[in-house]
């Protein structure tokens, strides 16, 4: 059964700082993993998918990479800024074309 | 901006009362999905859609029941609210045809049952 782990639960850092969030996982057998961001009280909003047969996706200041071998995926913002604060949430979709889910890393960036 | 969008936002609602959160978007997806997140918690699988008159249960379907008549409408219906139940609702689809399409979230409802 697929497992994801983030960690760790919670993060906060100096504004300017780059920074790394780690998503784990047990089964290596999936589609892709996806980065979701989410602000307190809302849904989530999707950050980048890497589809199963790549290494990493950049977009912006983020970069995400991902390695299926030893079942890991980070999550790299650079210079980050106050409105980087959020719960940050990785899934990854497996045979069953279903997400499983992290249970997140909430990040808080300091002025 | 979101093209999905959830009623209501916040629901306070007495045990035993039956209740329906709405779920529309306007994208033209097939994949509807409903989770529950409790806070600080992973979402968990409630029900999903590839289409309409398709529906299938998830890890948290046994309380709860969806339709899905339109394509861009997806209700989920509490048939007897419990304290239980008490949790963050979100509503997701995404586009058709293949894997590797990501989830677009409504904003979710915050149902409390007392």
């Known amino acids: 059964k697929q497992e994801v782990t983030q960690i760790p639960a919670a993060l906060s850092v100096p504004e300017g700082e780059n920074l790394v969030l780690n998503c784990s996982f047990t089964d290596s057998a999936i589609y892709n993993l996806q980065w979701f961001r989410q602000d307190p009280g809302k849904g989530l909003t999707s950050l980048l998918l890497?589809?199963?047969s790549q290494r990493e996706q950049t977009s912006g200041r983020l970069n995400a990479s991902l390695d299926k071998s030893s079942g890991r995926s980070t999550l790299y913002i650079a210079a980050s800024q106050p409105g980087d604060s959020a719960t940050y949430l990785c899934a990854v979709e497996g045979s069953n074309y279903q997400l499983i889910w992290g249970a997140g890393t909430k990040l808080i960036i300091k002025p | 901006e979101a093209d999905i969008y959830q009623t209501p936002r916040y629901l306070v609602i007495g045990t035993g009362k039956k209740i329906t959160l709405e779920c529309s978007q306007t994208?033209?997806?097939?994949?509807m999905y409903w989770y529950q997140q409790d806070p600080g918690m992973e979402l968990h699988l409630i029900h999903y859609s590839y289409g309409v008159n398709s529906t299938e249960k998830g890890d948290l379907s046994s309380e709860s029941t969806v339709s899905r008549i339109r394509t861009e409408h997806f209700p989920l219906t509490l048939e007897s609210a419990r304290p239980s139940h008490t949790s963050q609702y979100l509503c997701?689809?995404?586009?058709?045809?293949?894997?590797?399409?990501?989830?677009?979230f409504g904003n979710g409802t915050r149902l409390t049952v007392t």
């Open positions: 890497i589809q199963s």
């Open positions: 997701a689809s995404s586009a058709p045809g293949t894997i590797n399409s990501p989830l677009h």
């Open positions: 994208m033209g997806h097939d994949k």
